[in-house]
C-alpha cells in the first residue's frame, strides 16, 4: 500500500491502491474534528485569520466542486458558530488541471488527487510551481527511496505527515515555496546574521 501526501498547492492527497479504505478513514476522522474556539478543551480546529482569508478558502472550495470535485466532507456547510470559521473539507476527483490543484489554498481543505504508479505520483509532485513540504505512507523501502530523492520539495517525510523539521535542520521549500537565498533555522540562520569575513595572504 502506497499513498503520498503532498503538500504545497494547498494539501493535495495523491493515493493509489486501497483508495477505498484509506477515504473511509479520512472521511470518518475528518467528520469528527472539534471546530471551534481553540482555547476551549477539546477543540481540535480554530478559525481562520480573517474574515477575507475565510472567503478566500470558501471560495476556493466552490469553484473546486464547480469544476468537478466531488465534495466528500464539505466543510462550508459544517461551521460551528459566528466567527471565521471554516469546517475540514475534502474533495475528491481533484484534477490537475483544477485551480484547487494549482494554487496555494492555506486552508482546512484536503483535495485527493488519484494516479495509478509511483512515478505518476511523483511527477504530478514536480509539475507543481510550488515545492514546500511533501510526505509518502508506504512499507517499501524502495519506494520512499525513490520519493524521497525524485521529488522536487524542500522537505520530505517518509511515514510522517507533517515533513516540518526540527530547528537545527534547515526550513523551507523549493519553487515558488521559497524566497530569499537562505531558509530558515539551522545553518542558513546562523549565516543570515553572520557577517563574513575572507582574508587571503601570501608569504614569502
Known amino acids: 500500500m502506497y499513498s503520498a501526501l503532498v503538500a504545497g498547492s494547498g494539501t493535495v492527497l495523491t493515493i493509489f491502491a486501497y483508495t477505498r479504505a484509506l477515504l473511509e478513514l479520512l472521511v470518518a476522522r475528518t467528520k469528527s474534528l472539534n471546530v471551534g474556539d481553540g482555547s476551549q478543551a477539546g477543540v481540535e480546529m480554530g478559525p481562520l485569520v480573517t474574515s477575507d482569508h475565510c472567503q478566500r478558502v470558501t471560495g476556493y472550495v466552490e469553484k473546486g466542486v464547480a469544476e468537478g470535485a466531488g465534495p466528500l466532507v464539505d466543510g462550508c456547510q459544517n461551521k460551528p458558530g459566528d466567527g471565521y470559521f471554516l469546517g475540514p473539507t475534502i474533495l475528491d476527483r481533484v484534477t490537475p488541471q483544477m485551480t484547487i490543484a494549482r494554487e496555494e489554498i492555506f486552508g ?66 523549493w519553487k515558488n515555496s521559497f524566497f530569499g537565498d537562505l531558509h530558515a533555522h539551522g545553518k542558513d540562520a546562523v549565516g543570515f546574521y553572520t557577517e563574513q569575513k575572507v582574508i587571503m595572504s601570501r608569504w614569502f
Not at 133 to 159: D, L, P
Request: overall charge neutral; aromatic content about 10%.
Open 108 to 173: 482546512p481543505v484536503l483535495s485527493v488527487m488519484r494516479v495509478n504508479t509511483l512515478d505518476e505520483a511523483i511527477e504530478m509532485v514536480n509539475r507543481s510551481p510550488f515545492g514546500n513540504a511533501t510526505a509518502i505512507f508506504t512499507s517499501s523501502g524502495r519506494s520512499a527511496r525513490e520519493y524521497s530523492s525524485r521529488c522536487e520539495v524542500g522537505m520530505v517525510g517518509v511515514n510522517v505527515g507533517v515533513a516540518a523539521p526540527m530547528a537545527f535542520f534547515p526550513f523551507a521549500g
